[in-house]
Nanobody, 119 residues
Framework: QVQLVESGGGLVQPGGSLRLSCAASGTAFSIGAMGWYRQAPGKQREMVAT???????NYADSVKGRFTISRDNAKNTVYLQMNSLKPEDMAVYYCNAVIRTRTGWNNYWGQGTQVSVSS
């Protein structure tokens, strides 16, 4: 069974930085696209950044120039470096990955990690 385990959330002051990590564990034959999404209270979940297995990236306009997504395929891990954090970045951040197991390709979500931005 595949699981996505996130880490790296926390409380940071405006202008600060955090780095989120998400590692896929279990029997994964292949990992396709990976990404980060976030959900603030009272709002819908939104895409923050995605990265293909080949390294192509896509960002929400609100985070372009401040956030960087990367992945280490050898470690089945995706990262999100968040710089110049703003109060509006505060949300629960979820890792997502499309993974091929013995049952085929499926979409997986992490449990979420809280990012709080406050002075």
């Amino acid at each position: 069974q595949v699981q996505l385990v996130e880490s790296g959330g926390g409380l940071v002051q405006p202008g600060g930085s955090l780095r989120l990590s998400c590692a896929a564990s279990g029997t994964a034959f292949s990992i396709g696209a990976m990404g980060w999404y976030r959900q603030a209270p009272g709002k819908q979940r939104e895409m923050v950044a995605t990265i293909t297995s080949g390294g192509s990236t896509n960002y929400a306009d609100s985070v372009k120039g401040r956030f960087t997504i990367s992945r280490d395929n050898a470690k089945n891990t995706v990262y999100l470096q968040m710089n110049s954090l703003k109060p509006e970045d505060m949300a629960v951040y979820y890792c997502n990955a499309v993974i091929r197991t013995r049952t085929g390709w499926n979409n997986y979500w992490g449990q979420g990690t809280q990012v709080s931005v406050s002075s």
